[in-house]
């Protein structure tokens, strides 16, 4: 299993072009995720997803869109890219028990906008 | 208003020491909080799930204590070594409502030869 997969690695945009980070899982997890890192802070959640067709806003939506159309694949589109959007971004799967269950990260694609 | 507060100075230690990292949690009623481990340009590992009513959990040199009257969260690794210097995130799931946890802005962990 490749487990979470990312892509890219790296990417500079200029404030106002789009793009879209490439995430796919092979664990068959219904619960993929979205987080956002910047440097010293926590990992805050974007969006989430508990099954394909079903997506929901996280904490720090603004600016972003997603959409599940399978359940191994969780797209995350940026539309006009602005300079507070850099960050590290992290997708994350699980099969999301209630009773606690591991999230498996991705390697991280690490955005800057200027 | 809940918070998640991991000590934002890194942890310095000598290499065979008990490391000892912090997580303590305001306005939450926990399920269960997790550790995990994050290298640098890397996304975070799962390390250990301690439940609300458990004291405590051990995997091989780590310990993670729970204690809900204190709302703190410890995690202990024993005889440290360099390998183990990475930053660790504490996140914690509260009881009801969303099944997502929050995690902590974790430590920084830096084991010295």
């Known amino acids: 299993n490749a487990g979470v997969t990312q892509t890219p690695k790296f990417r500079i945009l200029k404030i106002g072009q789009s793009m879209t980070l490439q995430c796919t899982q092979d664990m068959n997890h219904n619960y993929m995720y979205w987080y956002r890192q910047d440097p010293g802070m926590g990992l805050k959640l974007i969006y989430y997803s508990v099954g394909a067709g079903i997506t929901d806003k996280g904490e720090v939506p603004n600016g972003y869109n997603v959409s599940r159309s399978t359940t191994e694949d969780f797209p995350l589109r940026l539309e006009l890219a602005a300079p507070s959007q850099t960050s590290v971004y992290f997708c994350?799967?699980?099969?999301?028990?209630?009773?606690?269950?591991?999230?498996?990260f991705g390697p991280g694609t690490r955005l800057t906008v200027l | 208003s809940q918070k998640i507060e991991q000590n934002s100075e890194a942890l310095n230690i000598q290499e065979g020491k008990t490391a000892t990292l912090t997580c303590n949690y305001t306005n939450y009623s926990p399920a269960y909080l997790q550790w995990y481990r994050q290298d640098p340009g890397r996304g975070p590992v799962f390390l250990l799930l301690i439940r609300e009513n458990e004291k405590e959990k051990r995997k091989e040199r780590l310990k993670v204590t729970f204690d809900t009257t204190l709302k703190q969260s410890l995690f202990h690794i024993t005889a440290s070594q360099p390998a183990d210097s990475a930053t660790y995130l504490c996140a914690l799931k509260a009881s009801g409502g969303s099944y997502i946890p929050t995690f902590g802005r974790g430590t920084s962990l830096i084991v010295h030869p």
């Open positions: 994350a799967s699980n099969f999301g028990q209630s009773r606690g269950d591991t999230q498996y």
